[in-house]
């Protein structure tokens, strides 16, 4: 048996009841985000910090990174079939929903730009990927597969950067200009649920590609340990 054949096939795939409780909590995360931005949690003065935003942004993949320390998380993770990892991406395309908004007027041209032409680049690539995953699993550890996960997300932290620039929270260009609309209902699920969600399908990814990979070097190991008994 080879090592790629190891590489997707050395567990089942995630129980139904790990399915069940991750789309549970997945859905009562989209629920409350929805409910917290019908309050008006994430809409702040144009002088402020948008501290609730990323927080939401951020403590969720805090928060993943905790659970994957749980050996049956971890490996749930790593029984998740890699072209879906990627495959999802594609639903970034929905990013270029940010340029019809600039378009109208309701968000920078800073911020539109880089996180618009980010997600479609992203969600580009992602079909690539998955296709490439699916008919050679060798290619899961690969520099190219983790780039485009690592593009991932350099995209969302560009998007956050350029938000913050553009808003004048940090001042590097001397822009003010209003990101309001990211703090309303629709557009407050994308940085607040999203990307979030998008942030930890990504560190999946980077843990089964490390996963892979040490299991590649102990193989290697274990054939040069057999070849030196031999001798």
């Known amino acids: 048996m080879t090592t790629s054949t ?19 909590v997945v859905m009562l995360w989209l629920i409350a985000i929805a409910t917290l931005a019908a309050d008006g949690v994430f809409n702040v003065p144009p002088s402020a910090p948008p501290v609730t935003t990323l927080t939401a942004m951020l403590l969720p993949p805090a928060a993943f990174l905790l659970l994957l320390r749980l050996r049956r998380v971890r490996e749930a993770i790593l029984a998740i079939h890699p072209v879906w990892l990627a495959a999802v991406h594609g639903l970034r395309i929905l990013g270029a929903g940010f340029l019809f908004v600039y378009a109208f007027g309701h968000l920078p041209g800073l ?7 980010g997600d479609v680049l992203v969600a580009v690539l992602a079909p690539f990927v998955a296709a490439r995953l699916a008919v050679d699993p060798d290619f899961l ?10 593009l991932g997300l350099l995209d969302f932290a560009g998007a956050v950067l350029s938000g913050l620039i553009a808003r004048g929270t940090l001042p590097l260009l001397g822009l003010s200009e ?20 998008w942030i930890c399908l990504h560190i999946a990814a980077i843990v089964q590609i490390r ?7 102990q193989g290697e190991d274990d054939v040069t340990g057999d070849a030196l008994a031999s001798l």
């Open 211 to 217: 996963d892979a990979r040490r299991r590649d070097r």
């Open 141 to 150: 550890r690969s520099p190219w597969h983790l780039g485009f996960h690592a």
């Open 6 to 24: 190891l590489t997707f096939g050395r567990r089942a795939a995630p129980s139904p009841t790990f399915l069940t409780i991750a789309a549970g």
């Open 178 to 197: 209003s990101t309001a609309a990211l703090g309303a209902l629709p557009l407050a699920l994308v940085p607040c649920f999203a990307v979030p969600l």
């Open 111 to 117: 911020f539109a730009h880089t996180a618009g032409w």
